[in-house]
């Protein structure tokens, strides 16, 4: 579990920006609440971790619905899943966030028998570090800011070995790391030592395994339309210092390949738009609202990107998965 110094440090390093960024949470939570009341999708579970009050909010724009909807589709969450030892069930489900975050939705999932019954029996839902921090057998909510050091951050929390002797995260077992506008809001130093940490603890593992990751963020920020964005999340007091290195669609990938990924690709939520939804689905969303702002849509769309890549270890038995082709259902080929 995290340590109390460390603990310490979450609120003092970094005092400044934190509050604006943890209020973006807020944001994307209730973003999804309007969405999922104008029926873009559905979420049964959205409205218990809404601020109080949400219902009572008026929706958001047509334009932001549909850009949820894109992510959620997409995406939808943020974590470290990892599958089983035969494929097709997670054995972990492991979720870090800020310790206000974490404290926030652990209260909420204690408060809800919905929430809770999908984690397990009551009493194998415990809580840790003043309640910053929540544990099931299937499902992990823990606490840290990610921008410190991950040899103090990661290793206090994943790799060392807990009652049962082994380790929260199994470097032995399949795992997707999912980052939903995680890395933007860190340093490129910061995001480069965090996304190394996972790579060389699944590479000292004796067994190996195929290492996984999904970035959502935005990117491309130097161009008018980005500079718009910026400045109008500089107004919220909120800086992406991690979306300087990537400019463009073409310099995603590299999140991944720089350490050393087997396969990396990116595509922006408007070609996911374009390509990897059906025309039925996209005319059952335009039957939702009327959406006059078609340009600016393209726009922020275009400034959105999903990339992913994998990492197969030297010491992994043979595998029959073709990675290279692992990626977006494409719905139509045009």
Request: net charge negative; proline share 8%; hydrophobic share 40%.
């Amino acid at each position: 579990m995290l340590q109390e110094p460390l603990a310490g440090r979450l609120h003092s390093v970094y005092p400044d920006g934190d509050a604006a960024i943890r209020q973006t949470d807020s944001d994307a939570a209730l973003a999804r609440y309007s969405a999922v009341q104008k029926h873009y999708f559905t979420d049964p579970f959205i409205k218990y971790l809404v601020p109080r009050g949400a219902q009572y909010q008026p929706p958001r724009p047509p334009l932001i619905n549909i850009g949820t909807y894109e992510q959620a589709v997409t995406v939808g969450f943020g974590g470290l899943p990892q599958a089983g030892p035969n494929g097709g069930q997670l054995a972990a489900y492991i979720e870090i966030d800020f310790p206000e975050i974490t404290t926030k939705k652990a209260m909420a999932i204690r408060k809800s028998r919905e929430l809770s019954a999908l984690l397990g029996k009551p009493e194998d839902i415990t809580l840790s570090n003043g309640g910053t921090a929540l544990h099931s057998p299937v499902y992990q909510l823990l606490p840290a800011d990610m921008r410190l050091p991950p040899s103090e951050t990661m290793n206090a929390l994943l790799a060392l070995p807990g009652v049962d002797g082994r380790p929260l995260l199994s470097p032995s077992l399949p795992t997707l790391l999912l980052f939903e506008c995680v890395l933007v809001y860190m340093s490129p130093e910061a995001s480069a030592a965090l996304m190394q940490w996972f790579v060389d603890y699944f590479a000292a593992a004796e067994e190996g395994s195929v290492l996984g990751g999904v970035v959502y963020e935005m990117f491309g920020l130097n161009d008018p339309f980005g500079k718009v964005m910026l400045n109008n999340l500089k107004a919220r007091n909120v800086a992406l210092p991690g979306a300087e290195p990537y400019v463009d669609i073409k310099s995603l990938p590299q999140r991944f390949l720089q350490h050393g990924f087997s396969t990396a690709r990116a595509l922006t939520l408007r070609d996911i738009r374009q390509f990897c939804i059906s025309p039925e689905e996209l005319d059952r969303i335009s039957q939702l609202e009327m959406l006059d702002e078609v340009e600016e849509l393209d726009l922020v769309l275009e400034h959105y990107a999903i990339t992913w890549g994998a990492k197969i270890f030297s010491n992994i038995e043979e595998t029959s998965v073709d990675w290279t082709r692992w990626g977006l259902k494409n719905e139509r080929r045009t």
